[in-house]
């Protein structure tokens, strides 16, 4: 595997910011990230149901860093590259994390939310070994938004 990021890995990674700055998906990743709450799989469905704006913003944001992640998870772009320049993903794993169990089990779909999970995973390590005070950090900051 390769040592260092090389200009394919930048390239890509500026292709992945370009599809963030696309006027939808920046509205739903703010909506996301300021408003969404939902500590149940049922809390979710009552509050953002199927065909609703939010079900949409959900799932146009999730699916995002999904596919992002699976990019990352698969060697394309090298993870601590990666890393230097975003750490939403992880913020938004820790949003639906508490959904991710039931999801899996209602939908029968076990790998649900798995690249996003995994990377979050390497991404706390990651962050650990860096800045080892910064995950309670942003944990409590987590905490602060959902008052």
Do not use: C
Request: net charge negative.
């Amino acid at each position: 595997m390769r040592e260092h990021p090389d200009h394919y890995d930048a390239e890509l990674l500026l292709r992945l910011y370009d599809l963030r700055r696309e006027a939808r998906l920046r509205k739903a990743r703010d909506w996301m990230l300021r408003e969404f709450q939902a500590s149940s799989l049922d809390e979710f469905l009552r509050r953002y149901a199927p065909g609703s704006d939010e079900n949409d913003f959900f799932r146009m944001v999730i699916s995002y860093w999904e596919m992002a992640a699976s990019i990352v998870n698969h060697g394309l772009i090298k993870e601590e590259f990666f890393f230097e320049n975003t750490g939403e993903f992880w913020t938004l794993w820790a949003k639906i994390k508490p959904l991710a169990a039931e999801a899996r089990e209602k939908w029968k779909y076990p790998r649900l939310w798995a690249n996003l999970e995994s990377l979050s995973q390497k991404y706390e390590k990651w962050v650990s070994h860096h800045a080892p005070e910064a995950l309670d950090a942003f944990r409590a900051r987590l905490g602060d938004a959902a008052e």
